[in-house]
Structures are given as C-alpha cells and as structure tokens.
C-alpha cells in the first residue's frame, strides 16, 4: 500500500462500542462517516489515535439457479477491498464508488448494489487502524467469474479458507 496516497479518514468516537460485522446499521455512525470524514495519508493516519481508515469492501453474488454464489478471488477472497480516496464524496459517492469498484472486478454490470453492514475491530492487529464499509453487489445470474476468481456457493464456503475480513462478513452478507 503506498503510505503517502490520500485516503479517507474518520473520527474513532462513533466506533468505540462497536466490535465485528455489524449489519444493524446505526444512522450516527454512518452520519459520521459521511460527514466528518476527511483525507490524509495512512502515515498521518496512523500517527493519531483518535482516527481511523475508512476502507470499501464489495461482496459480488449471482443466483444460480435454486442457490446464490459469490466471487472468491484466488481462493481466499470474498470482500474485495478498495481505497477511499479524495475524489469520493458523502455516502452517495461510496455507494457509487463500491460499485465501479465490483463492475472492474468482475467484468459486467452491477445490477443492485446495497450496504450490508460495517465491520470495525480494534483487537483485531488486520483491522485496528481500519473500518470498513461492506456493500453487496448483484451482478447477471449468467456473469462468467474472471481469470483467477471462481463463483462459490453459499454451502460451499465453509470449505474455502478466507482471508481475515472476508471470515467475518461471511454469514450475514451472503
């Protein structure tokens, strides 16, 4: 990650009672996020314990037939990270920004993209300095799954080994 890009950042007040994925959306966190988030680098970020890195992270999914699937990127990814960076604005704009970010991922066109929830952890050494805003994307139900990514069931994703974020999100995004 390149240490001197801007990236948004936003106050930990909002988020000290707030632990793992959490899809009962509280209208002041996401107010804070919206409203009181600011630029910086992720050294400055870093540097200040009163803030946090705001990060997007998408979950694409299709039906097939009686069972929905999700995109798993190299077999470990199912929540697709993106930066926020200053070219984003208010929550609108990351809406719109989570769904250019799953339409280059995979390939086609994002028929409905909504927030599912939000995951913060301060214990968590992968998510201390990191609160993630997690969307769902739906993408054609005929959407082929690009070079190095494959379509997993739902009742097939306990057997895949995620990555840290996308253990987490699992369960209630899909």
């Given at each position: 990650m390149n240490e001197e890009l801007l990236v948004w950042a936003m106050p930990r007040r909002p988020l000290y009672n707030v632990r793992g994925f959490i899809t009962k959306l509280d209208l002041a966190v996401l107010t804070v996020v919206g409203e009181e988030s600011w630029c910086a680098t992720r050294a400055a970020i870093a540097a200040d314990v009163d803030c946090k890195e705001v990060r997007v992270a998408v979950v694409i999914m299709r039906r097939n037939?009686?069972?929905?699937?999700?995109?798993?990127?190299?077999?470990?990814?199912?929540?697709?990270l993106a930066d926020v960076g200053p070219d984003v604005s208010g929550l609108a704009g990351l809406k719109q920004m989570a769904k250019r970010h799953a339409e280059a991922i995979c390939g086609g066109s994002v028929r409905t993209i909504e927030i599912a929830g939000y995951l913060n952890d301060d214990h968590d050494t992968v998510l201390r300095r990191t609160f993630v805003l997690v969307y769902r994307a739906r993408v054609a139900d005929d959407l082929a799954a690009p070079e190095q990514m494959a379509w997993v069931q739902r009742g097939q994703m306990q057997t895949v080994?995620?990555?840290?974020?996308?253990?987490?999100?699992?369960t209630a995004v899909i």
């Open positions: 037939h009686d069972s929905v699937e999700a995109l798993v990127s190299q077999g470990t990814t199912l929540a697709h080994q995620l990555d840290v974020i996308s253990t987490q999100v699992v």
